[in-house]
Structures are given as structure tokens and as C-alpha cells.
């Protein structure tokens, strides 16, 4: 009995780890308004290439053949020149699968030739071959074939991470140990509440959204979501939230579940573009008005929405508290992207080589991986470094797991690189430095 209570533990505790490793992945910051090079990397069946635009829409596709067995570099560098000049391309999204670093240097050789403001980042590669291979992306994109859409996904999901790992079964985006020994019905569940949550958390926009991101809001089931993008197409974009109603399907209770995340951006009523649900239009239009102002303020610089008395108002206006907070949350940042307050993935221009590492270097670096005395962290060399658990945090720390997860962006400090190229690390000491400098 003791054993199986242990083992119940030691499974919800890997849950738990796995489910806030997707939650993580999910989160992360989107990269807005930049036309993406896709870049999924081979040795033998060469790196595909895909350009999307600022949407996400494919631009173009090639294939490049730079890495052994066929070293077909110059040629590389020629093709890859040019779709930089006829797309403006502003960004290069690199999967960090076999044969990255190698395309990571013809990369870098490309960027100081042209000599312009192109920059890549790596972008974790974790499902993109499932999806490529899924009935969802021979859908989506019937003309192309697996390596294309790999390389497309790889670049859309640095543009908005979570509309595209949406389309992936979250276990397969879910970097955890012993997963396949886990309750699978347990763990669904509680990988599908994350996904559901984040897709909640951040909201929808109307206009945009795949079925695959409308079928997580709150009260849209699969049928449904599929409706409203049929609507959308049928009818043009949705002018305001309340043409949900007209969605077969998508009667008042579904509407009362859904309202509040899902957003429209240039609709005639400003509210439409912020979390605050229609229920409370008259309440918010009440409280503004009786600030002075009108729904055309918001998202202006004149309102001043500071030092308000919260137990006053609530009671004038009969407002709950709570709500009335959570609105005046939300006028202040109308359409706000929680991702927005997540670490930015980190852009790059130039490849670091071990020789260039020094002690006392501090960096933004990838946790890779985690194992029981630490953590692995991807600083761009060829190898990953280690932050031994004692130089983790100030404090104590008893698991890794608790400080850190992997997919996490954090500074570290290189303490000490031994002569068999073993790379130190320190998280303790870059976060003390940081104080430091900020006391200053």
C-alpha cells in the first residue's frame, strides 16, 4: 500500500511537471508583425524552407541542401539571399532538431553577408512532425508536403505559439519523463485544462481564429467552433461579438460561456476588444460616464483610471467589487495579451563558439533539460551547460522542478569551463549581479 501511495505521488507530481511545461510552451510571448522564414532542419533529406507573412500565410517554399552529406553551401546562401530580398523577410525560425547547429552557422554566415537587420531565433521543434504528418495539416495545407508544413509550423509558432500548438495533441508538445507510464486518462485531462485555460486566459481573436483555437473557449464544442469559421467565410468578418448569435448552433447559453474571450478587434463597440463581458456593457458604460468619460475614451490617454474608489463606486453604481475591478483591469489595458509579460524569445545574430565563452559572462540561456542535481541550460554553444541545483536560486532549493521547467528562458552566470569543455553555470549569481546593477 505504501508502495502504490508512493507511486501516486511520484505520477501527480510528473503530471503536474508536464502539465506546466505545456502551459509554458503555450505562453510564450508571440512575436507580432514580422514576415518569418521557417527553417526545419536536415542532413540528408536537406532543411525545408517556408516563408510566411505577417498573418501566417505561406508566401513561398524551397529546400536547401548546406549540411553532409551534399554541402551545397554557396547554393544555400544564393537561395536563401534571395527570398530575404523579394519577401523582406525579418526573421529566421529555426527548429532546434538534428542538424540545427550546422544550419545555425550557415545561418549566421547569410546574415553577416547581407548585412541588414535579419536576425533567428531557435524554436523548439517539440510536435511539429506530428502535426506535419496529421490529417489537420493535409487540410490545412493540402499542396504541401510534410517537410513544408514542418518548416511552416516551425515559423508560425514563433509568431503566435499558442494558435499553433493548439493543432497538437498536448502530449506530444509535452516535454516529460515517463509520460507513457502516467494514467493516460489523467493525464489528458489535466493537459487539456491547461490548453483550455491558456486559450481562455489570452482570448480569441474572432476574425482570425482556427477551429482548433475556438474549440478550447469556454462553451464552443468542435461542431460549433467549425460553424463560426464557415459563418466568417459565408458572411465576412464578424462586425461586433453579438453576431455571434447568428451561428447555427451557438445559442444564448453558449454565448453567455463564450462572450468574454472571444475578441473583436474593430468592432463598433470598443468593449468588444476587451475581456469584459456583454453582461457588464451597461454596468462599464455606467462607471465611465460617471468618470467623465464615454466609451470612445478608452484605450486613450485621457482616461485616468488611478486612485478610484473601489467601495464608493461599487456601491453607486451597484457593481460587485471584484467585477468592478477586473473592468477597470481591463479598460487600462483594453485587449491586453497577458503572453505580452513572458520572457521575449531571444533574438539572434551570431552563433557563440565555446571559445568565445568566458567566466563571468552572463547570458540568456534555454532550459533544456532537468535532472535530479539540476538543470540543463542551452546557451547557444554546442553544448548545453549545467546549473548545479545548490546554484539554482538565493534560497534552498529541494527540487529543480520547483525553480525552474524545461522550455524556461532564464540569465545565468558562467562561473567556470573545465578543460574538457564542461560548461559551469550559475543562476544565483547572474540574479545577484541583476540586483546589483539595478540598486545602482
Keep these: 500500500a505504501m508502495r502504490k501511495q508512493l507511486m501516486k505521488r511520484v505520477e501527480e507530481s510528473a503530471r503536474k511537471g508536464m502539465a506546466k511545461n505545456v502551459e509554458q510552451l503555450l505562453m510564450q510571448s508571440p512575436i507580432v508583425g514580422k514576415i518569418v522564414l521557417g527553417w526545419d532542419p536536415g542532413f540528408r533529406t536537406g532543411c525545408k524552407l517556408a516563408v510566411v507573412d505577417k498573418t501566417g500565410k505561406v508566401l513561398d517554399t524551397n529546400i536547401v541542401f548546406p549540411t553532409e552529406p551534399q554541402n551545397k553551401i554557396s547554393e544555400t546562401k544564393d537561395i536563401v539571399k534571395k527570398l530575404v530580398k523579394n519577401y523582406n523577410i525579418d526573421l529566421i525560425a529555426l527548429g532546434n532538431g538534428t542538424a540545427s547547429r550546422e544550419s545555425e552557422h550557415v545561418i549566421t554566415n547569410i546574415i553577416k553577408e547581407l548585412n541588414n537587420n535579419l536576425q533567428y531565433v531557435i524554436v523548439s521543434e517539440a510536435g511539429a512532425s506530428v502535426y506535419s504528418a496529421s490529417k489537420l495539416a493535409s487540410e490545412e495545407f493540402p499542396d504541401y508536403d510534410v517537410g513544408e508544413r514542418s518548416a511552416i509550423s516551425i515559423a508560425r509558432r514563433l509568431q503566435d505559439p ?8 498536448p502530449k506530444s508538445i509535452g ?22 485555460k491558456s486559450v481562455n486566459n489570452v482570448g480569441v481573436d474572432l476574425n482570425t481564429a482556427s477551429v482548433s483555437l475556438l474549440k478550447h473557449v469556454s462553451g464552443i464544442s468542435n461542431s460549433v467552433a467549425k460553424n ?14 453579438k453576431e455571434l448569435l447568428n451561428v447555427p448552433g451557438l445559442g444564448p447559453k453558449a454565448y453567455e460561456q463564450c462572450a468574454g474571450f472571444m475578441k473583436v478587434i474593430n468592432s463598433n463597440n470598443p468593449l468588444d476588444n476587451t475581456t469584459v463581458h456583454p453582461e457588464s456593457y451597461k454596468a462599464t458604460k455606467n462607471l465611465l460616464k460617471s468618470l467623465g468619460y464615454s466609451l470612445n475614451d478608452i484605450g486613450s490617454d485621457n482616461m485616468d483610471l488611478d486612485d478610484l474608489n473601489f467601495e464608493l463606486l461599487s456601491e453607486q453604481l451597484d457593481i460587485g467589487e471584484i467585477t468592478l ?10 485587449g491586453r495579451d497577458p503572453r505580452e509579460e513572458m520572457p521575449k524569445p531571444i533574438l539572434r545574430d551570431d552563433v557563440l563558439e565555446l571559445e568565445n565563452l568566458e567566466e563571468g559572462m552572463i547570458l540568456q540561456g534555454t532550459v533544456r ?7 540543463f541550460v542551452d546557451i547557444g554553444v554546442h553544448q548545453d551547460g549545467l546549473v548545479h541545483i545548490s546554484k539554482l536560486a538565493k534560497e534552498r532549493v529541494n527540487k529543480v522542478e520547483d525553480v525552474v521547467s524545461i522550455g524556461d528562458e532564464i540569465l545565468v552566470k558562467v562561473t567556470e569551463i573545465d578543460n574538457q569543455g564542461r560548461i559551469n553555470l550559475s543562476r544565483k549569481d547572474a540574479l545577484a549581479e541583476q540586483e546589483n546593477n539595478e540598486d545602482k
Excluded: C, T, W
Excluded at 463560426?228 to 461579438?241: A, D, L, P, Q, S
Design 162 to 169: 499558442l494558435a499553433e500548438l493548439v493543432k497538437i495533441d
Design 175 to 196: 516535454v516529460g519523463q515517463y509520460q507513457h507510464d502516467m494514467n493516460q486518462k489523467k493525464l489528458n485531462s489535466s493537459l487539456d485544462y491547461v490548453v483550455d
Design 228 to 241: 463560426i469559421v464557415k459563418y466568417r467565410e459565408e458572411n465576412g468578418i464578424f462586425k461586433n461579438r
Design 325 to 334: 475591478k477586473d473592468i477597470v483591469k481591463e479598460l487600462k489595458k483594453p
Design 369 to 375: 533539460n532537468i535532472v535530479d542535481f539540476g538543470a
